[in-house]
């Protein structure tokens, strides 16, 4: 078998110039950046929310509770920093089943990546435009970061791809936090291996250039939990595994100690119900140390307009086509009540 070429798509330059943002909303994008990088570096106590769907599926309902997200964070933006996850990419741990945005912007058509990378630039660019908000996506392909570079404010690196090289160097020169899990068996030295090499500088090659990067001071840490040898989901965001996570920052004297809690997957055993629970306790974990307090930077949700899942012929507005997620008045209570606690 060989792979078979279908057509040259454009390079990312060509796209950011058919797409691109206008003065106002670079503006807007700086301002984010740096509030979002002042809660890693500790110059705010803010906490930061990265919140959304499992997967972007449709530009609607994702624009939809965008725009929720808006009038809620006007609510509490005095205590929390909310970024939206609009994540395009979707890992599949066997290769099978809906890729995400990029591959089908139509869930139920073939897969089309010229329309997919429009779509997803699209609603980048309609997040930020429309809403004010720069937002997050996973880098599943370090390859395709920049086609949306110029429009993303932070970057999760995923428990499947935390040991690649590739995503570390990259994620040592994107210029924005990037969040890199612990991988799905759990060992924390993996994990912390990943941020050695993405808070350093490399030379490497990329998109066939030869670049070098200085390091991201920004790279931190998420706990999503892990499988255990024989299948069973273990939750990692107790109080003290939180303190071990700190312990081994200060052994290994990273910049910038942080931690996001990612309150789904193997945290919540996939039950999404329990993210409610889960951030509740985090954030009385941060209450109860000064030390878990400065550590842990925010929380990662996974919540859309309706509770749970669907497939994908099933057409629920805002309902989830890959992992289920908290619905709307869920999630919005809970933002209150997060910000009610911090």
């Known amino acids: 078998m060989q792979m078979n070429f279908h057509r040259k798509l454009p390079i990312p330059k060509e796209v950011k110039a058919e797409f691109p943002l206008t003065p106002e909303m670079e503006q807007m994008k700086a301002k984010r950046d740096e509030s979002i990088r002042a809660v890693f570096d500790g110059t705010s106590d803010k906490f930061i929310l990265v919140i959304g769907p499992c997967s972007a599926d449709h530009s609607e309902p994702v624009l939809e509770y965008i725009s929720r997200l808006r009038r809620i964070e006007e609510q509490v933006s005095d205590k929390i920093v909310i970024i939206p996850r609009i994540y395009t990419n979707k890992p599949r741990t066997t290769g099978q089943g809906y890729k995400g945005m990029l591959h089908q912007p139509d869930p139920e058509a073939k897969p089309d990546m010229y329309k997919g990378i429009v779509a997803i630039r699209e609603l980048h660019l309609s997040a930020l435009r429309d809403y004010g908000f720069s937002c997050a996506d996973e880098m ?174 099933e057409h629920v507005f805002g309902k989830s086509i890959t992992d289920p997620c908290l619905g709307w008045e869920k999630t919005e209570q809970l933002i209150l009540d997060i910000a009610d606690k911090l």
């Not at 892990?226 to 996570?245: A, K, M, P, Q």
């Open 140 to 313: 599943l392909y370090p390859e395709n970061h920049r086609y949306l570079s110029d429009l993303l404010s932070y970057v999760a690196v995923g428990a499947r791809s935390v040991e690649d090289q590739q995503h570390r160097l990259t994620a040592s020169g994107v210029g924005i936090p990037v969040g890199m899990k612990n991988p799905t068996g759990g060992d924390l030295n993996v994990m912390m291996n990943s941020l050695v090499a993405a808070q350093s500088g490399h030379t490497f090659l990329y998109r066939g250039w030869e670049v070098s990067t200085e390091g991201n001071p920004y790279a931190h840490a998420i706990l999503r939990g892990f499988v255990d040898y024989t299948g069973r989901s273990v939750s990692n965001y107790h109080y003290e595994d939180l303190l071990r996570v700190m312990d081994l920052y200060e052994k290994l004297n990273l910049a910038n100690p942080s931690v996001i809690v990612d309150t789904n997957h193997n945290n919540s055993g996939k039950k999404y119900l329990e993210q409610i629970r889960i951030a509740k306790d985090i954030v009385h974990s941060r209450n109860q140390n000064s030390t878990i307090k400065s550590l842990v930077k925010g929380l990662m949700i996974e919540s859309y307009l309706e509770d749970g899942a669907q497939s994908a012929d």
